[in-house]
């Protein structure tokens, strides 16, 4: 018989991975993990009793049942995300090591029923749900957005409307900007946050469905895309991009 427990999940991910070198890499794994590891003692969170998938670039955890997300998720939120800030900024600190590459993380946060049993992994769509949020194109435009940001956070509804919404703790509710992700044929409505910015300040973009599940294109007309980062407009028609810019848009 199948059996569920109901868990908190934390998953996360360095921004632009494969770009880096070999040595390079190396040096931003450990620092993944010393930076998880570290804001997880800082609070006094169980680390050793968490379940682990690691992926190279990213790191996903499932806490343990005690002490429970009424406990875990606000912890998680305001005194471990502040002490993970604290820790990617003094390993980002240490340029003069020869292998040095700054790291930014996307994190993500969940809640829900979980299999713990499967012959490879966390089968269900409870595990599946935070990697596509970390992953999804929100929180890359919060990074892409907040270049002095080392780490935005993305949330999934449940945690939001169950453990957040609900105060009182931080961030606050408002802090959050609710965004629309679509990945792989599923979509979740989802919360950013990215400490010390406005992330209403920013047009987080809806992630694209998978293009197996993308309608046609029409055979004619023009569609634009508005994209505040780069001021411009990129204008779509029947397969020609062409991109303007308008230097009266610049930001003063």
Known sequence: MVT???RVLLTADIENYGGRTDAQQRTLQAGLISAIETAADRVQL??????RQVGGDSLTVVLPAEPGPLVTIPLLLDQFLTELDVAIA????????????RMRIRLAVH?????LDGAAGWPGQHA????????SAPIRTALDTFRDADLALIIS????RDYVSQGPGRPRPSEFLEVAVAEKKQEYPAYLYVPHFDVHGMEAPESSPSSNNAPSPPPSGIGSIKNRVKRGDIH??????????DPKRRKK
């Open 157 to 160: 509804r449940e945690v939001f």
């Open 236 to 245: 779509i028609a029947q397969g020609d991009i062409n991109v303007t810019y």
């Open 46 to 51: 169980d680390r050793e009793s968490w379940s």
């Open 90 to 101: 003094e390993h980002n600190s240490r340029r003069a090591d020869p292998t040095w590459a």
């Open 128 to 135: 599946v749900q935070p990697a596509r949020l970390r992953d």
């Open 4 to 6: 569920h427990d109901y």
């Open 111 to 115: 809640v829900g029923p979980l299999q």
